[in-house]
Nanobody
Framework: QLQLVESGGGSVQAGGSLRLSCFPSGTFVRDYCMGWVRQDPLKGREVVAVIAGDGSTRLADSVKGRVTISKDKNNNTLYLQINKLRSEDAAMYYC????????????????????????WGQGTQVSVSS
């Protein structure tokens, strides 16, 4: 059974940087689609980024140029690097994974569009102060 555990959230000043980590326990996720989804009570839910098994990525327009999603295949960890943090980046960030169709880039793109991943972490809070 896959469990996703996030870490790295916190309170950061606007303009600063943060790196979120997600450790999937129970299975190796090298070939699967993984992503980061954020949720705010006022703004709703947004898929921030996904990374497919081949390393290809999709990023939300709101974070392009400021965010990098990466997967360390050696330590089986997913990362989200956020630079130049803005107040609108404040949200609960969830790590998500989908274990269907490993290696299928198109499937990962579908997950980005739908945001309906099969597995979710508990979330890590990101706050941005001005």
């Amino acid at each position: 059974q896959l469990q996703l555990v996030e870490s790295g959230g916190g309170s950061v000043q606007a303009g600063g940087s943060l790196r979120l980590s997600c450790f999937p326990s129970g299975t190796f996720v090298r070939d699967y689609c993984m992503g980061w989804v954020r949720q705010d009570p006022l703004k709703g839910r947004e898929v921030v980024a996904v990374i497919a098994g081949d390393g290809s990525t999709r990023l939300a327009d709101s974070v392009k140029g400021r965010v990098t999603i990466s997967k360390d295949k050696n330590n089986n960890t997913l990362y989200l690097q956020i630079n130049k943090l803005r107040s609108e980046d404040a949200a609960m960030y969830y790590c998500a994974a989908d274990l269907r169709f490993p290696g299928n880039v198109k499937w990962c793109s579908v997950k980005y569009d739908r945001g309906d991943f099969g597995y979710w972490g508990q979330g890590t809070q990101v706050s941005v102060s001005s």
